[in-house]
């Protein structure tokens, strides 16, 4: 069965520093799709980056950065020199073609910067 | 494009009352669905859609009902709601699937049932 853990509840991080977060995920497909979502406070969830599963080059954009490992079954995802824009409801979900396209969302990490 | 649009935005019911959130979509996309987001619990999907006229269960149906008439509107329906539904529900949207694209949300309907 698909699933997506989210080990990390809550994080607090002081503004400019880097933080990781981390997404573990379950699956028996080799072919399937990793994606991060953010929820700042606001409520609205925006769309961050889609990965499909034979990609594993990781990707970089401003300061955020994703390192997806098939060894290990894990999509992190890294904000380097955080800022309290930042803060938010971050959540990572797999979906699988072979599944109707069903999401399968983490519980997901809220992410404090303090100023 | 107004992308996902979702109404009303905050509802309170009484248990036992029947209600419809709605959902709209202007991007043409074959695939809908609805999720509810509990605190701790993540999205959890509800009804999908992958065409009009075609829906399906998702993880956690009970007590809620959908059609899909039209490309673009994909209504949710409570039978006789429950404080268990108190919740925020997602309308998504995203192209078909077959190469999994990233879903569109909605703003949120914040739910209370009394």
């Known amino acids: 069965a698909q699933k997506v853990t989210q080990a990390q509840t809550e994080i607090s991080v002081v503004e400019k520093e880097d933080v990781t977060l981390d997404c573990v995920y379950e699956?028996?497909?080799?072919?399937?799709?990793l994606f991060w979502y953010k929820q700042p406070p606001s409520g609205e969830l925006v769309f961050l980056i889609r990965?499909?599963?034979?990609?594993?080059q990781n990707e970089i954009s401003g300061r955020y950065s994703w390192n997806f490992q098939k060894s290990t079954s894990s999509f992190n995802f890294t904000i380097t020199a955080s800022q309290v824009v930042d803060s938010a409801v971050y959540f990572c979900a797999l979906s699988d073609p072979n599944t109707g396209n069903q999401f399968y969302f983490g519980t997901g990490t809220s992410l404090t910067v303090i100023p | 494009n107004a992308g996902v649009t979702q109404t009303p935005k905050f509802q309170v019911l009484k248990t036992g009352q029947s209600m419809t959130l709605q959902c709209a979509q202007d991007?043409?996309?074959?695939?809908m669905s609805w999720y509810r987001q509990d605190p701790g619990m993540g999205l959890r999907l509800i009804h999908y859609?992958?065409?009009?006229?075609?829906?399906d269960q998702g993880e956690v149906p009970n007590g809620y009902n959908v059609s899909r008439s039209t490309t673009e509107d994909f209504p949710l329906r409570l039978l006789s709601a429950a404080p268990s539904q108190t919740s925020v529900y997602f309308c998504?949207?995203?192209?078909?699937?077959?190469?999994?694209?990233?879903?569109?949300f909605g703003p949120g309907t914040r739910l209370t049932v009394t």
């Open positions: 991007m043409n996309h074959e695939y």
């Open positions: 859609s992958v065409g009009a006229g075609i829906t």
């Open positions: 699956t028996r497909d080799t072919t399937y799709y």
């Open positions: 990965r499909n599963s034979f990609d594993e």
């Open positions: 998504a949207s995203s192209y078909v699937p077959g190469d999994s694209y990233e879903q569109y």
